[in-house]
């Protein structure tokens, strides 16, 4: 008996504090939409790169990038063409011109048209346009 007591106190000391996250699911949602092309060229373009978490009811298949598209669509500073998404780990990414836009307005604009799909989205990471 008490060498069972010493076996869960030991198994409790090494378990990881509830609620604390390693930052392995941001870095694994990020790599599933991530592109070294589109970060190559938006870079040399001087436009950032954000990476989005997906939260919600995803459809598989070309209907949530459609349906994101359609909710970016009025953003003229967002470059559609470099548009990631990824089902399977719930997540976005896309490359903007951060003169012209910055990606809180980006995250509202989506939060406000997605919420009637029941998604909504959070920033991961912004990748910087280097200094001109």
């Known amino acids: 008996m008490k060498a069972r007591l010493v076996a869960v106190g030991v198994l409790t000391l090494l378990a990881p504090p509830p609620g604390l996250g390693c930052g392995y699911c941001d870095e694994d949602r990020i790599a ?56 399977d780990s719930a997540s976005l990414s896309l490359a903007y011109d951060g003169m012209r836009i910055q990606h809180g307005r980006i995250s509202g604009t989506l939060n406000r048209k997605l919420a009637v799909h029941g998604l909504r989205v959070s920033l991961l990471k912004v990748i910087e346009r280097p200094p001109r």
């Open 32 to 87: 599933a939409v991530y592109d070294h092309g589109v970060i190559g060229k938006s870079l040399e373009r001087h436009h950032e790169v954000a990476f989005f978490a997906l939260e919600g009811p995803l459809r598989s298949g070309p209907e949530s990038r459609r349906l994101i598209e359609r909710a970016l669509v009025s953003e003229a500073a967002i470059d559609l063409a470099s548009l990631r998404v990824s089902v």
